[in-house]
C-alpha cells in the first residue's frame, strides 16, 4: 500500500514528457511533450548561458579582484548552475501540463527557483577551495532568473504563434 502511494506520488513528480502511460496519445500529446522537451533544453540553455554572461559582464567591468577562470571551469560550473535550475523548475512543477495562460504562477515558479539555486550554489562556491569573487556572484544572481525569464518569454510567445496557425490547440469539449 505504501509503496503504491510512493509510487503514484513519484510519477507525479517525473515530468509528462518521460511518464508514456497515457490512454491516448495523439498528435496533441506529441506536440506537448515535443514542446516541454524543447522548454527544458531552453531553461538549461539560459542558465548555462548566464552564468558564461555574467562572467564575461564580470571580465568586462574590470571590477574586483580580476581572478581569471578557464573555459572548462566556467562550463563545469555552468553545467551544475543548468542541472540544478532543471531539477529545482521539476519539483517545482513547472514542466506538468496545463499550465496557466496568464504565466503568473510560472514566474512565480521560476523566480523561486532561479533564487533557491543561487541561494543553494553560491554559499557552496564561496566555500570551496577555488577563490569565487563575490561580484560575480551579484552578477549571476540577477542574470540567472533574467535569461530564464526571457527564454520563457520567448517560448511562450512561440507557443503562441503555433496556436494562431492552429498547431497545438486544445479543444474545450
Known sequence: MATSRVLEQTRESIPDLICNDHPTFTVRN?????????EMIGDGAAAFGS?????????????????????????WFALVVAI???IVLDLAGSYRLGNGLLRIKETERVLKATLFVAALLLPL????????PRLWAVIIFFALPAFVLLEKQSLYSLLRYLHKRGIGVRKVV
Do not use: C, D
Open 125 to 132: 562556491a564561496f566555500l570551496a577551495n577555488e577563490s569565487f
Open 84 to 86: 540544478s535550475m532543471l
Open 51 to 75: 552564468v558564461w554572461v555574467s562572467y564575461g559582464i564580470y571580465r568586462a567591468s574590470h571590477l574586483g579582484r580580476h581572478i581569471e577562470y578557464g573555459p572548462e571551469s566556467i562550463a
Open 30 to 38: 506529441v506536440f506537448e511533450r515535443i514542446f516541454t522537451l524543447f
